[in-house]
């Protein structure tokens, strides 16, 4: 009996508080109505004249709502989060093909060779993106040899400005096709690049100094360093006494340089050719490698040339 007592009155209590909560909305029905709308809250609430004239009703109604609003927007403005969005694009590898069928697409107009359809399905992504990468895998020889597909590439500078007028920012050109238009070709890519606006170019080095010096772009108050290594050139090499750096990867310069970028900047980007063709699962020498970076603090690491996709 005792405790059905006990029962009782906790009930009556709770039900004696339930009334106490309820008739003062009942009162202010109307102005219930009127405020119960988030959309108007977020305009309204704000104001001097509506504040004063609130009651507990209002607040207990709907008060919750607006003092969250308001607590979430003051946060907002204290704690400022920068951030930037970033996509990669693995091997653009220009077959005779692909040139064959962009002299198709250009006809008509005042360019050679048209590339810019062959992006259609992607070409919004990559404008979107604050900043968008591309291995670009054959090289941009100029006259000094002929425009050509595998197995020694040299590819049309039309595939360099439209791939600029996409949206790429970051050009990647360490790969196996590097030197494919020997070592003069590899110095012209390089050129090229350097004299692009809005091109960043990673891979491609003037010498060992230049391979050292590691590249930083800064977007949105972010910086982020971008490194770049390939596992070798198909054999071919550069001519003698050519300053020029291929940035063939191993331990100590991924170690070295990973060490380095990450003091340098927020963020670190690795770009790496490796890995064995058609083959969907990586490495252990990939695998080995890549643990290296992120021990090293590596954010992300593109890897390309098998041309296909492989787990993260």
């Known amino acids: 009996m005792?405790?059905?007592?006990?029962?009782t009155l906790i009930i009556v209590i709770a039900l004696a508080?339930?009334?106490l909560l309820v008739l003062p909305l009942l009162k202010n029905g109307e102005k219930k109505a009127e405020y119960g709308n988030t959309k108007n809250l977020s305009a309204d609430y704000g104001k001097n004249d509506v504040k004063e004239t609130i009651t507990?009703?209002?607040v207990l109604?709907?008060?919750?709502?607006?003092?969250?609003?308001?607590?979430?927007?003051?946060?907002?403005e204290k704690i400022h989060t920068d951030k930037v969005s970033f996509i990669a694009c693995g091997d653009n590898l220009i077959h005779s093909t692909v040139y064959s069928d962009a002299k198709t697409l250009a006809e008509g107009t005042d360019k050679r060779y048209n590339f810019l359809p062959m992006y259609d399905n992607v070409a919004?992504?990559?404008k979107d993106a604050d900043i968008a990468f591309i291995n670009q895998e054959s090289p941009f020889a100029g006259d000094i040899k002929p425009t050509s597909g595998y197995p020694l590439f040299n590819s049309p500078d039309e595939v360099g400005y439209d791939l600029v007028e996409l949206g790429f920012d970051v050009i990647g050109i360490s790969n196996n096709h590097m030197l494919d238009s020997t070592t003069a070709g590899y110095k012209r890519t390089i050129e090229f690049w350097d004299n692009i606006d809005g091109a960043f170019q990673i891979g491609g080095y003037k010498n060992k100094e230049d391979f050292e010096n590691i590249k930083v772009i800064e977007q949105n108050g972010?910086?982020?360093a971008f490194l770049s290594y390939t596992y070798g050139t198909n054999g071919l090499t550069l001519a003698k006494g050519s300053e020029l750096y291929v940035p063939i990867y191993n331990d100590e310069d991924i170690?070295?340089?990973?060490k380095k970028a990450r003091e340098l900047a927020d963020a670190v980007i690795v770009s790496v050719h490796w890995g064995t063709e058609d083959s969907f699962k990586p490495g252990p020498e990939q695998t080995r490698k890549a643990q290296i970076m992120i021990d090293n603090g590596v954010d992300v690491i593109i890897g390309h040339h098998p041309h296909v996709l492989q787990p993260m």
Not at 61 to 76: F, R
Not at 255 to 258: E, F, K, P, S
Request: glycine share 8%; charged share 25%; with cysteine.
């Open 222 to 224: 972010i910086k982020i």
């Open 124 to 126: 919004d992504i990559i």
């Open 255 to 258: 170690d070295r340089q990973t």
């Open 56 to 58: 507990p009703a209002d």
């Open 17 to 19: 508080l339930s009334l």
């Open 2 to 7: 005792k405790r059905n007592g006990i029962l």
């Open 61 to 76: 109604g709907t008060g919750i709502l607006a003092c969250e609003e308001d607590v979430l927007q003051t946060a907002a």
